[in-house]
Structure formats: structure tokens, C-alpha cells
């Protein structure tokens, strides 16, 4: 059965960085993207951004760019979020979500999310 | 403020129908990108429920059902149940001049009465 396995609660000073890691079983880790995806307290949903786990090509929302990273190895089928110069609106629960369409497959599901990730909250205060 | 908009909440009795509405505009949901939605319970992930417009995954009870016209989209939900509370979220995709991206309605809380 496919998982995505989340790492735990982070809490960080502002200005410091983070990186939540995901790692995924139960299907072909580099066959379908992966998301990330954000919920402040009380708040709704918010994208990150997306990355390839077979090529490592990424794309980010405008919002976050140039403070996120996300990277791969797939030797642990492990997918990672970095976010930097942290600040207080950016505490809030963090998402992997795995895309329902495969990479190379055709058909509907495409930028929909099959399964979640169980969310790492990080908390930013100093 | 979110780009697809939707109501803060809306409540039905048991056995009742509700839908939710999604609103979005000519680079979203109008310009033919599929609209997805999921339901949250409290302190838990999304699940997915209605994905490309009107598709159900496996196991989403169709009680659920999803439609779209137009710069909108909706979710019907009948014969609700207690078990139906939570929030729900559409989702979509913007393509425009200042970006292009996963968007998010702000979520819709449904009280079962």
C-alpha cells in the first residue's frame, strides 16, 4: 500500500531554515511528482511548489521562490522541502502529497492528489 | 485571499443535500483546467474526493459527486451524514501573467445539523 511517511515537529527561530523530509513505499518512487503542499493554523491549503523524483527537475509557487528548495534520493525513495530565512507566518503544518496521475501516463488525475503525507508541523517563534 | 473562492460554510440536516460552489475565473477554471476536490477532517490530511471535475477514487462514497460549467465548479453532497462534517477544498490550476501554479479555494466548512 502506498505511504508517505513524514518526518517530526520542527519548532525554529526566525531566520533559520528547515527541511522536512517524506518518505514514500508502495509504488515506483519515481513514477508519479510529488507536492508539497502548507496549512497555517485555522487556515486553508496553500501549494509549495513540485518536483520530479526521476530527474530532480523542480518548480515552486512565485510566493515561495527563492526561499524554498526541494530535492530527491531516490536510493530511500525520499523526497525533501527546505525553507529558509523562516518567519513567523510560516508556522503551519506541511504537507507531502503524491500527484494521482503518473508521469507518463495519459488520462484524468493530473495535478490531483492521491495520497498525503501525515503532515510535519513547524513552528516558528522566537 | 484565495483564488477560487468558496463559501466559509454551510450546514444541512442529516439525509439533506448541500453543494458547494467554486469560483474561480478565465485563467483557472475557465480556461479548461480540471477542479479537484478534498475533504479534511479535523487534524488529519486532505482526501482526495472528486478528481477531473466529476471522478470519484475508490472507496469515495457517490453520495459525492462533482460538476463543472463554465468559470465554476461544484460539490454535491446527499443523504448527508454526521460523518460528512468537515472542511472541503477545491483545487485547481492558474496559469496568468504573474504566475502559474496549484491553487487552492479557501475551504468550506459543513455542519451537519
Known amino acids: 500500500q502506498v505511504q508517505l511517511v513524514q518526518s517530526g515537529a520542527e519548532v525554529k527561530k526566525p531566520g533559520a531554515s528547515v527541511k522536512v523530509s517524506c518518505k514514500a513505499s508502495?509504488?515506483?518512487?519515481?513514477?508519479?511528482?510529488m507536492h508539497w503542499v502548507r496549512q497555517a493554523p485555522g487556515q486553508g491549503l496553500e501549494w509549495m511548489g513540485i518536483?520530479?523524483?526521476?530527474?530532480?527537475?523542480?518548480s515552486y509557487a512565485q510566493k515561495f521562490q527563492g526561499r524554498v528548495t526541494m530535492t530527491r534520493d531516490t536510493s530511500t525513495s525520499t523526497v525533501y522541502m527546505e525553507l529558509s530565512s523562516l518567519r513567523s507566518e510560516d508556522t503551519a503544518v506541511y504537507y507531502c502529497?503524491?500527484?494521482?496521475?503518473?508521469?507518463?501516463?495519459?488520462?484524468?488525475?493530473?495535478?490531483?492528489?492521491?495520497?498525503w503525507g501525515q503532515g510535519t508541523l513547524v513552528t516558528v517563534s522566537s | 485571499q484565495s483564488v477560487l473562492t468558496q463559501p466559509p460554510s454551510v450546514s444541512g440536516a442529516p439525509g439533506q443535500r448541500v453543494t458547494i460552489s467554486c469560483t474561480g475565473s478565465?485563467?483557472?477554471?475557465?480556461?479548461?483546467?480540471?477542479v479537484h476536490w478534498y475533504q479534511q477532517l479535523p487534524g488529519t490530511a486532505p482526501k482526495l474526493l472528486i478528481y477531473?471535475?466529476?471522478n470519484r477514487p475508490s472507496g469515495v462514497p457517490d453520495r459525492f459527486s462533482g460538476s463543472k460549467s463554465g468559470t465554476s465548479a461544484s460539490l454535491a453532497i446527499t443523504g448527508l451524514q454526521a460523518e460528512d462534517e468537515a472542511d472541503y477544498y477545491c483545487?485547481?490550476?492558474?496559469?496568468?501573467?504573474?504566475?502559474?501554479?496549484?491553487?487552492f479555494g479557501g475551504g468550506t466548512k459543513l455542519t451537519v445539523l
Open positions: 502529497a503524491r500527484e494521482m496521475r503518473g508521469i507518463a501516463a495519459a488520462g484524468t488525475g493530473a495535478l490531483s492528489f492521491d495520497y
Open positions: 508502495g509504488y515506483t518512487f519515481t513514477s508519479y511528482y
Open positions: 518536483i520530479n523524483p526521476s530527474g530532480g527537475s523542480t
Open positions: 478565465s485563467s483557472n477554471i475557465g480556461a479548461g483546467y480540471d
Open positions: 477531473g471535475n466529476s
Open positions: 483545487q485547481s490550476y492558474d496559469s496568468s501573467l504573474s504566475g502559474s501554479g496549484v491553487v
